[in-house]
């Protein structure tokens, strides 16, 4: 009776960084770059949010980092395996025009959202350069395929295992001094963002990052995802998850994303013992 | 049977009002004048023959009782639970003039319990017409819509974007005012009668505006779910709810049995709740629940809170503290929570509103210690689908403009409850949702009389 939704295919992208593709049709068919849409994976389960990072006919993919209990319970998925729940797509899309020269930059996991958005970039008529960074070139992800949805891509590591040896704020800064450019995504973990958009500000460049609060519902009912944009409130699941990011409070973004710590915690170790006596990944009651 | 004493209760969710015997619903119902002209049935909203259900209660007739309520309300289990009775049907009874007023909810609950465990019939249905319905949300407004609509014979499909049907009722009454099963079965007849519910559906996104205008007609239940925050210092600290937040973590997640259930809440020694309406004890009543001692901060007296009496009566049972005249001005703390700072209020002239306005004492700040503070203060409708709407009339406040029959200014979309009246009552949005499903219906059979 109720809708379940079939893994198509599941595998492993990078040091502890995953992708899924799932059956969701009504948010592959209407999706756009920059949306989201939330996961529960059972009965039993949290209701998390996921960019959709590239969707092929009924099929999303989600690329996410296994960080705790249920990115990692979403990480020991295989194809033919069901998924309670999947609403979307959630947020607004990002806001694409034909700006002239546009940089996308992604940091880590956040590099999942980045192809999707340099394609739409590329298609409305921009000069699209891409900027791809990681720890080390064991976390680097979607290479080949930022490389074919950009005219340019640049690839920074922090160790320099690959490309260029430090952050991609470093990058930007390099790019942004070497020729014009009109418009700016930044994504990745919150701390990446709030560095490399401050290398955009002196020149008043416009850009765009995609803020990650928790969330619970997604549609704008709860709250729990209100962030601070220009001293106003704004719920990102709604108003966002893309705001200006000159505007945007970090450092309060930070703050509210450690609310569950020690709960996430005792929920990760639980998920980890469960799965070890079972001796599979999955986890029942 | 009365109600679960206070010790017990505070150590679970199950219901509070554990509802009537058979032999004390029909004792009850023998206590009815059976009047000719019966006061009681102007005061519900839905107009349900009252005296006539009685009746059979007192007959032993129990099935025939909630027949003969389901005539006029579709969800009985529920509204005998949460109705404000007593400023409506039993606010009326002749009886409560001299005496205490027959108990009408708890014997329309009692009749709609014993028909549940008897196992529903599904009603009739109408022959297919073959015209494609579309239901937004799924609170009692989409619910009673969506059951008015497939007995007509219309072919009907409810969008709701959470994984639960059931709206407020699923996600915002606890459980131990309304039980979740009760909600469910009510659901679960919805689905026998073929009405297809997608749930995970965010109409407006996985369903875009113009698929959403390509059915026959569309009836908009989107309720009132959006949350105002008080805008106060401090409302950003972590440990700052909106009630919908913390009762859809504990409702409909379950995060009173983390780390069975992977959605956790913040667990707290003292909590403040902010409001004085239901959802502000709902609020106040599930943190007891979770063992935090409770203050709940009304700005006005005693006599003005809007929640129903039996509710404040019940959070005073059960330890919740009450700061009257008394309003929040700024939250403290660094990362987290450490207390409210308050003030305290004085009744000055009355407003539009009837009642005394609250004014802040200068010099009277007080702080109150708390790790968590829970703002119930009202929420208006969710404006993501209006806005893409285009061209419908919505007012001030955000809420969908309609004429008496569930009207929208758009063409064959109709709307009723939360999102067309404001945060109001189960009982309201249902009585709202069925005029609208009877104007769906008599136009959709002057369109086949048309072709
Ligand atoms: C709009 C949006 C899009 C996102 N897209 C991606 C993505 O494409 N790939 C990816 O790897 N991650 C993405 N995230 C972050 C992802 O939702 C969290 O990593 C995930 O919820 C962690 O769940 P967990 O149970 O594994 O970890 P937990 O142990 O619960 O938490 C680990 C971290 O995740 C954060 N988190 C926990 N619960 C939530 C929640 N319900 N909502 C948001 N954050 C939460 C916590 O602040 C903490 O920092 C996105 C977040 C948002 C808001
Ligand atoms: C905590 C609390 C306690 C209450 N207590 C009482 C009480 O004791 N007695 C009483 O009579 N009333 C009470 N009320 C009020 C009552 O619950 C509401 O008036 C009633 O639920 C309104 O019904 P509705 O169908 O209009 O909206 P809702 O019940 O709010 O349902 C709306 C549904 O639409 C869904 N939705 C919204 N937007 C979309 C979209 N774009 N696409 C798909 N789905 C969407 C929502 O997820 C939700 O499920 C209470 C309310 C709360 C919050
Ligand atoms: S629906 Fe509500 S108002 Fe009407 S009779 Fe039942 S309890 Fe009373
Ligand atoms: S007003 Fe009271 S006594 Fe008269 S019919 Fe109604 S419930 Fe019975
Ligand atoms: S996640 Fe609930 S309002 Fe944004």
């Known amino acids: ?285 | 049977m009365g109600e679960r004493p206070v010790r017990e209760r505070l150590c679970d969710f199950l219901e509070v009002d554990c509802g009537l015997s058979p032999d004390e619903a029909v004792a009850e119902a023998e206590r009815c004048l059976q009047c000719k002209k019966p006061s009681c049935v102007k005061g519900c909203p839905v107009e349900i023959d009252i005296p006539a259900f009685i009746a059979r209660i007192a007959d032993r007739d129990f099935s025939a009782a909630a027949r003969i309520i389901k005539d006029d309300n579709l969800l009985p289990a529920v509204c005998g639970r949460v109705c404000p009775q007593e400023v409506q049907c039993e606010g009326e009874c002749i009886l409560g003039v001299k005496d205490s007023p027959v108990r009408i909810g708890a014997l329309e609950r009692f009749a709609a319990d014993y028909e549940r465990e008897q196992g529903f019939v599904v009603p009739p249905l109408a022959g297919p017409t073959g015209k494609l319905v579309a239901i937004v949300g799924s609170g009692p407004a989409g619910l009673t819509a969506a059951a008015e609509l497939a007995r007509a014979g219309h072919s009907v499909t409810v969008f709701e974007s959470l994984h639960e049907a059931g709206g407020v009722l699923m996600y915002g009454i606890p459980a131990f005012r309304l039980p979740k099963d009760v909600v469910q079965a009510e659901i679960d007849q919805l689905r026998k009668m073929g009405v297809e519910i997608r749930t995970n559906h965010l109409a407006g996104a996985s369903v875009p505006v113009p698929e959403l205008l390509a059915y026959d007609a569309v009836f908009i239940g989107t309720g009132a779910g959006l949350p105002f925050f008080m805008n106060i210092p401090g409302e950003q600290l972590n440990g700052v709810y909106s009630a919908n937040e913390f009762l859809t973590r504990v409702n409909l997640m379950h995060a009173e049995r983390f780390p069975e259930y992977d959605t956790p809440v913040r667990h707290a020694g003292r909590v403040v709740v902010v409001g004085g309406g239901n959802v502000a004890m709902d609020a106040a009543r599930v943190a007891r629940r979770l063992g935090a001692r409770v203050t709940l901060v009304y700005r006005r007296r005693e006599e003005d809170l809007p929640a129903r009496r039996a509710e404040v009566v019940r959070a005073r049972e059960e330890g919740v503290e009450f700061a009257l005249c008394a309003n929040p001005v700024r939250v403290l703390g660094t990362n987290f929570v450490t207390g409210v700072e308050c003030v305290r209020m004085e009744m000055c002239e009355i407003d539009e509103s009837g009642r005394p306005e609250p004014t802040p004492v200068g010099g009277s700040n007080f702080v109150i210690d708390a790790d968590m503070v829970i703002q119930a203060i009202g929420q208006g409708p969710n404006p993501l689908l209006i806005r893409k709407l285009g061209g419908i009339r919505y007012g001030r406040k955000g809420n969908i403009v309609v004429d008496e029959e569930g009207r929208s200014s758009l063409d064959r979309v109709y709307a009723a409850g939360d999102v067309a009246t404001g945060a109001a009552t189960v009982i309201l949005a249902m009585g709202g949702a069925k005029k609208a499903a009877r104007a769906i219906d008599r136009m959709l059979r002057d369109d086949r009389k048309g072709h």
């Not at chain 1, 996308?104 to 590099?111: E, M, Q």
């Not at chain 1, 500000?201 to 709250?223: A, E, H, W, Y």
């Open chain 1, 1 to 285: 009776m109720k809708p379940l939704y079939r893994v198509y295919e599941a595998g492993q992208l990078a040091d502890r960084i995953f992708q899924i593709w799932v059956e969701a049709p009504h948010v592959a068919r209407h999706a756009l770059a920059g949306q989201f849409l939330v996961i529960r994976i059972d009965e039993k389960g949290e209701r998390i949010p996921l960019t959709v990072s590239s969707v092929e006919g009924d099929l999303v993919r989600v690329i996410f980092m296994a960080v705790g209990k249920t990115t990692n319970q979403l990480s020991d998925l295989k194809a033919g395996d069901l998924i309670r729940d999947v609403a979307g797509p959630l947020g607004r899309p990002s806001e694409m025009g034909q700006y002239g020269t546009c940089v996308v930059v992604g940091g880590g996991a956040g590099i999942a959202s980045c192809p999707i958005i340099a394609r739409a970039a590329r298609e409305a008529g921009n000069h699209v350069v891409g900027i791809i960074g990681a720890r080390n070139a064991g976390f680097l992800i979607l290479e080949d395929e930022m490389r074919d949805a950009c005219h340019e891509l640049l690839v920074a590591t922090d160790d320099g295992s690959r490309g260029f040896h430090g952050f991609a704020a470093d990058v930007l800064k390099q790019v942004i001094e070497q020729q014009q450019v009109d418009c700016v995504w930044i994504i990745g973990p919150a701390i990446m963002m709030k560095v490399t958009s401050e290398v955009t500000r002196p020149k008043g460049i416009r850009t765009f990052v995609s803020l990650n609060p928790i969330m619970v519902d997604g549609t704008g009912m709860c709250g729990s995802c209100r962030v601070q944009v220009g001293g106003e409130t704004k719920f990102a699941c709604v108003d966002g998850p893309e705001f200006d990011a000159h505007l945007v409070d970090f450092d309060l973004l930070m703050q509210r994303q450690r609310t569950y710590f020690d709960e996430e915690k005792v929920s990760l170790e639980r998920y980890h013992e469960h799965a070890c006596r079972c001796g599979e990944g999955s986890y029942h009651g």
